[in-house]
């Protein structure tokens, strides 16, 4: 799902272009005068000591309410300061033509007061290949470019453009925003939200723009000149990026954006009758007994048996293609393997409904926002398996199962639903488990002088092992082992053996293990003692939180999901005795949210090391902040170190794991 959102900050609205070879002619660029309700305002003129790159005369953004949807009037003066500034010369603008043309109404250079018709001289060019085709995405956007000849520093490049956005899936229904960037380049900023007569939204202004506001029967605006930088307080939950934002919706409530999608999932979900998918299904009732296996059988079908290939063409931004289709052409899009699922979960008789999720990290306060499609940009399926709640997302590689937590850390969700139904909030939890573990094992039983076997085990669970799957389950062993040979041979190893990659599905885990020799650069402590540092021993002391005395110093503080742990295993020389062995300190700790900690056991000829750390709370307050700042000096650093010390008894440390 793509997200139907404006947004406008400090960049221009036209982008650079890619570079495509295929062109045709700029007849679908319309040149037409503004519409009569598109009102730009009066520009500012740059101060004759202006610095910097660009000063913005005039940025300007209007979204205009129809009974059929939205039409969005751009439209910009610039003033180029600097030499890099001329790659604004590159104009560039995108639409959708399934809603419409793209109509250019100025394209001018102001020089010495003279205006400058750069349409006279230049047109723009077509693009008429995908952009994003290399990334299995089919959106229809057409793209046009047009490069400004004799552009130069000094000169005031005046743009305005009017695109149309009339999304048949939501019937006329609109919703969007606009929003300032934290740090926005000098110059004069402005929105407008028009509508006609009936078609006024509800609209949200945050306090930091409500002075700016004016409002009038059928619209309201916001203009600003030299907006003072406004940035989000430092290491605060992503929800306080909202400084500078307008928002307007047709939506009642999240039931009505859920409502409006469920109808298009049903239908999509009904297998013709004879359908090669009701046969799948049977196959997999017949395979298994168990339905998490069948299920998981499903899931998998999905995941391995089509490909994924965005598809927007038309009405297939936010309409699924129906489940028979996606099967018959062997790829799909979110909303298309969702369907695919939800068909056959069905015919398994597994209670299932798609749920809206947002991939990216940023619905952390939607509760707060006003109902919008555009927040969400993927889609999965939320099933009732085996009386628990469990995820299933046919995106993924196919060793993703069912999972009782979303692979994403996601907030707020919206199950789809033809009585409509409520944003939803994932309550947030640490990870139960590592989601990387490294076993370090070390093999001196040779003696100090020689080189040590050295095995590395990494398991790595979640987002980052599903990815390590896909980068590594195309490769052959051989092309594995070779790609580790060269890349870690000279480092801890001085030779490998072999390196054996696996996916353990029931364990949700990608397992990596190297194994070789290398040397060990054991200290001479003098009179024939030894010591080690161990590899992965050590924390680096956790940075301070603090603000700028400008920023909300009340607001929490934010801390991503993480557990890791590390386990170093040393087989002690065979030439010494285990009594003749120590090691340095433990502890176990808790410091702005995250538990540390650290341990060490002398048994059976070895010194085994475990160290870890797991995020416990997701934001922290203010006041916890600070008492921790106090106690960062006591923060234990320290490296974990053995000892050897010969002829001498060592007794074991008294708080040994």
């Given at each position: 799902m793509i997200s139907r959102t404006f947004r406008l900050a400090a960049g221009l609205a036209l982008t650079c272009a890619a570079n495509a070879p295929l062109l045709a002619a700029a007849e679908d660029i319309v040149l037409a005068p503004a519409p009569e309700w598109a009102k730009p305002g009066q520009a500012i003129t740059a101060p004759v000591d202006a610095t910097g790159l660009i000063f913005f005369e005039r940025q300007h953004i209007q979204m205009h309410l129809d009974a059929a949807g939205q039409s969005q009037f751009q439209s910009y003066r610039v003033k180029l300061l600097h030499p890099q500034a001329l790659q604004l010369g590159n104009v560039v603008l995108s639409w959708n033509p399934s809603s419409g043309s793209a109509v250019v109404h100025t394209l001018a250079i102001h020089r010495g007061g003279q205006v400058i018709n750069v349409l006279d001289q230049a047109k723009f060019e077509i693009l008429r290949r995908e952009d994003q085709l290399e990334q299995a995405?089919?959106?229809?956007?057409?793209?046009?470019?047009?490069?400004?000849?004799?552009?130069?520093?000094?000169?005031?490049?005046?743009?305005?453009?009017?695109?149309?956005?009339?999304?048949?899936?939501?019937?006329?229904?609109?919703s969007g925003l606009w929003s300032l960037a934290e740090v926005p380049l000098p110059g004069q900023y402005g929105m407008r939200l028009s509508w006609e007569p009936g078609q006024e939204p509800m609209t949200k202004i945050s306090p930091a723009l409500q002075s700016a506001v004016t409002r009038t029967p059928d619209g309201l605006?916001?203009?600003?000149?030299?907006?003072?930088?406004?940035?989000?307080?430092?290491?605060?939950?992503?929800?306080?990026?909202?400084?500078?934002?307008?928002?307007?919706?047709?939506?009642?409530?999240?039931?009505?954006?859920?409502?409006?999608?469920?109808?298009?999932?049903?239908?999509?979900?009904?297998l013709r009758p004879g359908s090669p998918l009701k046969a799948e299904a049977a196959r997999i009732k017949a395979a298994h007994a168990d339905e998490m296996e069948r299920a998981a059988a499903a899931l998998k079908l999905v995941q391995q048996q089509v490909r994924y290939v965005y598809v927007g063409l038309g009405a297939g931004n936010l309409t699924p293609a129906d489940a028979d289709t996606s099967w018959q052409r062997r790829f799909a899009d979110c909303k298309g393997k969702t369907v695919l699922l939800l068909a056959l979960l069905k015919e398994l008789g597994i209670r299932a409904e798609p749920v809206l999720v947002n991939n990216s990290g940023g619905d952390d306060g939607l509760d707060q926002r006003l109902p919008n499609p555009g927040y969400f940009d993927h889609v999965l399926v939320f099933a009732t398996i085996a009386g628990k709640l469990r995820w299933l997302d046919g995106t993924l590689p196919p060793v993703a199962r069912p999972s009782l937590r979303p692979i994403l850390p996601y907030r707020w969700v919206l199950p789809i639903s033809e009585t409509g139904a409520k944003l939803e909030r994932i309550g947030w939890q640490p990870f139960p488990e590592p989601q990387q573990i490294t076993l370090y094992e070390m093999d001196a039983r040779a003696g100090f002088d020689a080189p040590a076997k050295i095995t590395t085990t990494t398991i790595t669970r979640g987002i980052e092992g599903l990815t390590q799957h896909a980068q590594l389950s195309a490769l052959t062993p051989e092309q594995i082992a070779a790609t580790f040979r060269s890349n870690l041979t000279g480092g801890v190893f001085q030779s490998i053996d072999h390196v054996r990659w696996r996916y353990d599905e029931a364990n949700d885990a990608s397992v990596l293990t190297i194994a070789g020799s290398g040397a060990v650069d054991w200290d001479d402590d003098g009179d024939g003692a030894k010591s080690l540092s161990l590899p992965g021993g050590g924390f680096n002391p956790p940075d301070r939180r603090q603000r700028d005395a400008g920023q909300d110093q009340k607001a929490p503080y934010f801390n991503e999901a993480s557990f890791d742990c590390h386990v170093t295993t040393v087989r002690l020389p065979s030439a010494t005795k285990e009594a003749e062995w120590g090691f340095n300190t433990w502890f176990y700790?808790?410091?702005?949210?995250?538990?540390?900690?650290?341990?060490?056991?002398?048994?059976?000829?070895?010194?085994?090391?475990?160290r870890g750390s797991v995020v416990l709370q997701d934001e922290i307050s203010a006041e916890v902040a600070a008492r921790d700042n106090a106690r960062l000096a006591s923060f234990d650093n320290s490296m974990a170190m053995i000892y050897y010390t010969p002829a001498r008894n060592t007794a074991p440390h008294p708080a040994q794991l």
């Amino acid at each position: 799902m793509i997200s139907r959102t404006f947004r406008l900050a400090a960049g221009l609205a036209l982008t650079c272009a890619a570079n495509a070879p295929l062109l045709a002619a700029a007849e679908d660029i319309v040149l037409a005068p503004a519409p009569e309700w598109a009102k730009p305002g009066q520009a500012i003129t740059a101060p004759v000591d202006a610095t910097g790159l660009i000063f913005f005369e005039r940025q300007h953004i209007q979204m205009h309410l129809d009974a059929a949807g939205q039409s969005q009037f751009q439209s910009y003066r610039v003033k180029l300061l600097h030499p890099q500034a001329l790659q604004l010369g590159n104009v560039v603008l995108s639409w959708n033509p399934s809603s419409g043309s793209a109509v250019v109404h100025t394209l001018a250079i102001h020089r010495g007061g003279q205006v400058i018709n750069v349409l006279d001289q230049a047109k723009f060019e077509i693009l008429r290949r995908e952009d994003q085709l290399e990334q299995a995405m089919l959106s229809g956007i057409l793209t046009a470019s047009l490069q400004v000849p004799d552009l130069r520093v000094g000169d005031v490049l005046e743009v305005a453009f009017t695109v149309r956005s009339a999304d048949p899936t939501l019937g006329g229904a609109v919703s969007g925003l606009w929003s300032l960037a934290e740090v926005p380049l000098p110059g004069q900023y402005g929105m407008r939200l028009s509508w006609e007569p009936g078609q006024e939204p509800m609209t949200k202004i945050s306090p930091a723009l409500q002075s700016a506001v004016t409002r009038t029967p059928d619209g309201l605006s916001i203009s600003i000149n030299n907006p003072p930088p406004l940035a989000a307080p430092k290491n605060a939950p992503p929800r306080f990026v909202w400084q500078r934002v307008a928002e307007y919706s047709d939506y009642a409530d999240w039931s009505a954006v859920a409502a409006r999608f469920a109808p298009l999932y049903v239908r999509a979900a009904t297998l013709r009758p004879g359908s090669p998918l009701k046969a799948e299904a049977a196959r997999i009732k017949a395979a298994h007994a168990d339905e998490m296996e069948r299920a998981a059988a499903a899931l998998k079908l999905v995941q391995q048996q089509v490909r994924y290939v965005y598809v927007g063409l038309g009405a297939g931004n936010l309409t699924p293609a129906d489940a028979d289709t996606s099967w018959q052409r062997r790829f799909a899009d979110c909303k298309g393997k969702t369907v695919l699922l939800l068909a056959l979960l069905k015919e398994l008789g597994i209670r299932a409904e798609p749920v809206l999720v947002n991939n990216s990290g940023g619905d952390d306060g939607l509760d707060q926002r006003l109902p919008n499609p555009g927040y969400f940009d993927h889609v999965l399926v939320f099933a009732t398996i085996a009386g628990k709640l469990r995820w299933l997302d046919g995106t993924l590689p196919p060793v993703a199962r069912p999972s009782l937590r979303p692979i994403l850390p996601y907030r707020w969700v919206l199950p789809i639903s033809e009585t409509g139904a409520k944003l939803e909030r994932i309550g947030w939890q640490p990870f139960p488990e590592p989601q990387q573990i490294t076993l370090y094992e070390m093999d001196a039983r040779a003696g100090f002088d020689a080189p040590a076997k050295i095995t590395t085990t990494t398991i790595t669970r979640g987002i980052e092992g599903l990815t390590q799957h896909a980068q590594l389950s195309a490769l052959t062993p051989e092309q594995i082992a070779a790609t580790f040979r060269s890349n870690l041979t000279g480092g801890v190893f001085q030779s490998i053996d072999h390196v054996r990659w696996r996916y353990d599905e029931a364990n949700d885990a990608s397992v990596l293990t190297i194994a070789g020799s290398g040397a060990v650069d054991w200290d001479d402590d003098g009179d024939g003692a030894k010591s080690l540092s161990l590899p992965g021993g050590g924390f680096n002391p956790p940075d301070r939180r603090q603000r700028d005395a400008g920023q909300d110093q009340k607001a929490p503080y934010f801390n991503e999901a993480s557990f890791d742990c590390h386990v170093t295993t040393v087989r002690l020389p065979s030439a010494t005795k285990e009594a003749e062995w120590g090691f340095n300190t433990w502890f176990y700790t808790t410091m702005f949210g995250r538990l540390y900690y650290r341990g060490m056991r002398r048994q059976d000829g070895t010194i085994r090391l475990i160290r870890g750390s797991v995020v416990l709370q997701d934001e922290i307050s203010a006041e916890v902040a600070a008492r921790d700042n106090a106690r960062l000096a006591s923060f234990d650093n320290s490296m974990a170190m053995i000892y050897y010390t010969p002829a001498r008894n060592t007794a074991p440390h008294p708080a040994q794991l």
